[in-house]
């Protein structure tokens, strides 16, 4: 039943009935209309500000649960990571070294990324630093992984070499215990015979009676074989590969000419005098990728520990050389 509305009438002391026109009634649907529609729009507002929509608590849920998930790969991680870096360690300093390989360096084990920002397509969100960091540990541990193992295909290719280069490192003497007279100098910092000042002697002086025989003290090739009055005199310079070279300095005749393939313990030439020397005798240096090194780590193959025990004592007396 339809409402009607009233007014009293003061003149004539009566409810009247309102009587709209159509114009009013129309305007007051339109004033009721505006009012429940900011009304609406109000209440949506506060909504959608203060609630979340089912979907949106859905979506929360879900982000929660990745961030969650990151955490635990972060964790994850930080295990492998400890697992490599003990790895390295022990490649290092057991594998590498075994083949007398350089360790490789830290600074190309721990190289990041340089250039272009790779990560610019995760800028701008909220959850950015942890997705953004993750990311970035996750590319540095795939690189040192990398890395690894390519170091490791290199010591499985030492290890496949491993005859070859025992066979090619310096390991005997190069003048025979029997021929020996005195190992007059070794290493170090030593008097000089002929200027007589303290010089760093880089190798080590065998006395011998000229002609006695000098042997090639690894496999290798003769590739100097030099003719001299001055320094080392004749000398022959042998690479044998994988890093190592010896010099043979001070000869009297030479029984290899430059090119020439050696096998350790072949004669290549005889002691003498020649270049700056005070007395026949054999001077003898090990080179280690460029770099001389004291040649009393290399005898291992032809020494008892007692002569090893007595080359070294000699070798380290502080006397003169002869060089
Ligand atoms: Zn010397």
């Known amino acids: ?13 009566s409810f009247k009935k309102i009587q709209h026109t159509l114009k009013q009634k129309i305007i007051i649907f339109f004033q009721h209309f505006a009012v429940s529609f900011v009304m609406a729009v109000l209440l949506f507002v506060v909504f959608l500000f203060y609630f979340d929509s089912p979907k949106e608590k859905q979506l929360k849920r879900e982000i929660n649960l990745l961030l969650n998930q990151y955490d635990l790969m972060n964790r994850q991680m930080s295990e492998v990571t400890s697992v490599l870096q003990d790895l390295q360690q022990r490649d290092d300093n057991i594998y590498r070294t075994i ?12 190289a990041g990324f340089g250039g272009v920002n790779r990560y610019s397509k995760l800028e701008g969100y909220k959850n950015t630093a942890i997705i953004k960091e993750t990311a970035m540990r996750l590319d540095i541990l795939s690189k040192q992984l990398y890395i690894q193992s390519k170091s490791f295909d290199e010591v499985i290719e030492m290890a496949r070499n491993k005859e070859k280069m025992l066979a090619c490192i310096p390991a005997i003497q190069p003048i025979k215990n029997k021929y020996l007279t005195q190992v007059a100098s070794g290493w170090g910092w030593r008097i000089h015979p002929i200027y007589k000042i303290r010089k760093f002697h880089y190798g080590m002086d065998f006395m011998g009676a000229t002609g006695t025989p000098v042997y090639a003290t690894g496999d290798g090739s003769a590739v100097e074989v030099t003719r001299s009055i001055v320094g080392l005199g004749n000398f022959i310079r042998i690479n044998h590969g994988f890093g190592y070279e010896t010099v043979y300095a001070h000869l009297s005749r030479f029984k ?68």
């Open 1 to 13: 039943m339809a409402k009607h509305k009233y007014h009293f009438d003061i003149e004539s002391l």
């Open 99 to 110: 083949f007398a390989a350089e360790p490789i360096p830290m600074s190309v084990r721990r």
């Open 256 to 323: 290899v000419k430059e090119g020439d393939k050696v096998k350790r313990g072949d004669v290549i030439g005889y002691i003498g005098s020649t270049g700056l020397s005070t007395s026949p005798h054999l001077h003898y240096e090990v080179h280690r990728n460029g770099v001389p090194v004291n040649p009393k780590d290399y005898y291992f193959r032809d020494l008892t520990p007692a002569e090893y025990e007595k080359m070294i004592e000699i070798s380290s007396n502080a006397n003169l050389t002869f060089d």
